[in-house]
């Protein structure tokens, strides 16, 4: 068993609640159960999802059974987890350069259309993420 928080083997018991054995981490300090995660992943990313689709929050944890800070914490750290796959990203373009084949969808489109100042678009394929950004340059030019 390890620290659900720093992944730490080092830890001692910390009492029991409701006859669950409770411990507590030496290297973190903090107290954790060997029960595991309370909300699984998949619950995570459909709460996520709904965020994404203008769900509130509140109405996101009373259908998931949670409580609104903890839907505030995923979607936190989600949008954590996204800053820093962009921060990897513009680094990786930094590096190799931008990508050679890029396929576009209706959105470019409306883009096109609706806007001359630069906007700005996610690439994600194998596993990297890549930020684009699309300017009247990239616009006129025609696809191949």
Request: with cysteine; glycine share 10%; charged share 25%.
């Amino acid at each position: 068993m390890r620290c659900h928080h720093c992944g730490s083997e080092s830890y001692r018991k910390n009492g029991s609640f409701a006859g669950v054995q409770r411990y507590i981490c030496k290297g973190c300090g903090r107290s954790f159960t060997d029960r595991g995660e309370r909300f699984s992943k998949a619950v995570k990313a459909q709460a996520l999802d709904m965020h994404l689709n203008n769900v509130g929050i509140r109405k996101i944890a009373r259908f998931v059974g949670a409580s609104p800070p903890a839907v505030l914490k995923w979607i936190r750290k989600a949008g954590q987890a996204m800053v820093e796959q962009l921060r990897q990203a513009a680094d990786q373009i930094a590096e190799d350069g931008p990508p050679d084949v890029i396929e576009m969808d209706e959105i470019y489109t409306y883009v096109q259309k609706n806007s001359g100042a630069p906007s700005y678009g996610l690439l994600i394929a194998d596993g990297k993420v890549a930020l684009l950004r699309i300017t009247s340059e990239t616009r006129a030019s025609p696809a191949p």
